[in-house]
């Protein structure tokens, strides 16, 4: 059985699949997740022999956690380490014209997910003295006008962080990194993500896919729990 083993949610292309590959190659058996088989599919290849298999699942949808992580544990004998909750909307939108739906879109997917996947995953994550790690954004702190659904989801999300922290203190450690503006590696950057917040790079910087994954590392290596770690240019 490995020992260290990874699910990453929305990881069939851009950060959730480089994340997935550079764990694969600093020796994790990934399962990759996504909606979308066929990008998945082509996703697991370049991930290889390490890529354990996929799973799907809307995580907008209630119940569906719980799916993805016992059909996750199926595909690697029971074994779980490392949980990213990677998966994200992106909406962008005036106040003016957001909709309940864009709310509902936002916090399902970016707040509400990431809990109950770690809730899912949580008995074997003590088991495995493992780790959930949230991906955030500067949308959190700071709260972008264009996005306001989305920096509140964030600034949820990395409550939940620390709250998950707290209660699992001893027994699952929980961290969130929060990127500026990532750049991918190039055959993963087809130009389908999102736009970004405008400002947010000239603010930030800019950093590699990589180094979103060696603070993962890091973090997944040591004591640390509760954190969110912001990268780039404060
Ligand atoms: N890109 C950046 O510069 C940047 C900077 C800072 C932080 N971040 C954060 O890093 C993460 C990844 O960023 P990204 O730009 O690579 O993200 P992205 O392309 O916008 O989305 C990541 C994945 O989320 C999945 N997803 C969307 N809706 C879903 C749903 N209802 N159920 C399940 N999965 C769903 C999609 O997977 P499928 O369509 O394959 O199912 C998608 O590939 C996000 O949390 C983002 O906020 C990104």
Request: proline share 6%.
């Amino acid at each position: 059985m490995a020992l260290h083993t990874a699910l990453v949610t929305g990881s069939a292309r851009r950060l959730g699949l480089a994340i997935a590959r550079d764990l694969a190659e600093a020796g994790f058996t990934i399962v990759l997740h996504s909606r979308d088989r066929v990008a998945a599919e082509k996703a697991a290849a370049t991930v290889g022999d390490r890529c354990a298999g996929i799973v799907s699942g809307d995580l907008t949808q209630a119940f569906t956690a719980k799916g993805i992580v016992g059909d996750a544990l199926k595909l690697t004998g029971g074994h779980l380490s490392l949980l990213v909750n990677n998966a994200s909307a992106f909406l962008r939108r005036t106040p003016e014209r957001t909709t309940h739906e864009d709310w509902d879109l936002e916090l399902d997917l970016g707040a509400r997910a990431p809990f109950f996947m770690a809730q899912a995953a949580h008995p074997t994550l003590v088991a495995t003295k493992g780790m959930v790690l949230n991906i955030s954004d500067y949308s959190a702190p700071e709260g972008w006008p264009a996005y306001t659904p989305h920096s509140a989801a964030k600034a949820a999300l990395e409550n939940v962080t620390r709250t998950l922290a707290q209660a699992w203190e001893g027994r699952v450690r929980v961290n969130a990194i929060s990127p500026p503006t990532v750049r991918l590696p190039a055959d993963l950057d087809d130009g389908s993500g999102p736009e970004h917040q405008p400002g947010a790079g000239a603010r930030h910087g800019f950093i590699p896919a990589s180094a979103v994954t060696s603070t993962l590392l890091e973090l997944y290596m040591s004591d640390r729990t509760g954190e969110v770690v912001r990268l780039g240019t404060p």
